[in-house]
Every structure is written in C-alpha cells, then in structure tokens.
C-alpha cells in the first residue's frame, strides 16, 4: 500500500457513500457543504487502509436531513455527522472526528429474528441491529442505514464480526 494517496482514499469513501438519500443529496448544486464534508472524512482516515465504511442519510421532503459516516481502519474509527437543510448550504453543521478504535467497552444485540420460528422469507439471524459504545463515550448503531443489498449485508456481517472480535481489546 506504499502507492496509496489521498485521491485514492477519497474516492473509496465517496464510493461507499451510496444510495438515494446520497444521490439526491449529490444532485441538489446548493450542497457546497457535501464536498468538504467529504474531504475531512478523508483527511482523518489519511493513507490508513479502509476495513469498513458505513453511513446512513435521512432526508424529508423538505430537505431537511442527517447524515452519519463510520470509517473503521486497523487503529482509528472516523465519526462523521451532518445535519441540516439543503436548500441552505449555510445552514448545515458538520462534524469528523478521529478516535482510537480500540475501547470498544459494549455491544447490544437488537431485533434479531427468532433462532426457532425460521422459514425462507424470514431467515436467521435477520436484519439485527448491532449498537456498539467505546469507553470515551461514542456510540453507535449499525447498520446505518436499512441493508438494501446483498453486498451491503455482506459489509455489515463483515462489521459486525469485527466488533464482536474487538470487544474488550
């Protein structure tokens, strides 16, 4: 990974931040902010390899949203809010910070489906939900947003299993 530069690290975040809500917030020119919000998830990372990225936006009918990015590497965990209106790029606020991945101090499992009733349109383990809190604080649930395709469900099993292995590291 000696070759790896930013430019590579901010088109891997841009690529996960996928979806309608993301589309849409990248369609309305107004969003000025979305490009520096980017930019800080991708400075915070730096050249660290990406393990795991997943985000989530809501947005109303009136522009009105939020947006949350979590960017694991091997150290670090990247936290990225923003909230606000889109037809106001100036009235969003935006927030990335960099904190250590290590005191992950608790998850809690949610909503998982019944391990005894199991059929082919309600499979085991089911869309659970995974709310991980580190030792400063930070919590978080996953996924971020609904899982709407099998690589998405396959990114949030592959998080999921990583959290489990980091509790209490």
Not at 3 to 27: K, Y
Not at 70 to 86: E, L, N, P, Q
Request: zero cysteines.
């Amino acid at each position: 990974m000696a070759d790896r530069d930013l430019n590579e690290v901010l088109d891997e975040i841009d690529r996960g931040l996928s979806g309608p809500a993301w589309s849409r917030l990248r369609r309305d020119d107004r969003a000025e902010w979305l490009g520096h919000f980017v930019s800080g998830i991708a400075l915070a990372v730096g050249l660290k390899p990406i393990e795991h990225l997943d985000s989530g936006v809501r947005i109303d009918d009136a522009g009105v949203f939020s947006a949350k990015v979590v960017v694991f590497t091997d150290k670090t965990i990247v936290f990225a809010d923003a909230v606000g209106r889109s037809a106001d790029p100036y009235d969003v606020e935006t927030i990335v910070v960099a904190r250590p991945r290590a005191g992950l101090a608790q998850l809690t499992i949610s909503d998982a489906n019944s391990a005894y009733r199991r059929d082919v349109f309600d499979p085991w383990p089911g869309d659970f939900t995974v709310s991980a809190e580190w030792s400063y604080g930070a919590k978080v649930t996953f996924p971020l947003s609904p899982i709407e395709s099998d690589e998405h469900r396959l990114r949030f099993t592959r998080l999921y299993a990583a959290l489990i292995e980091a509790l209490g590291e």
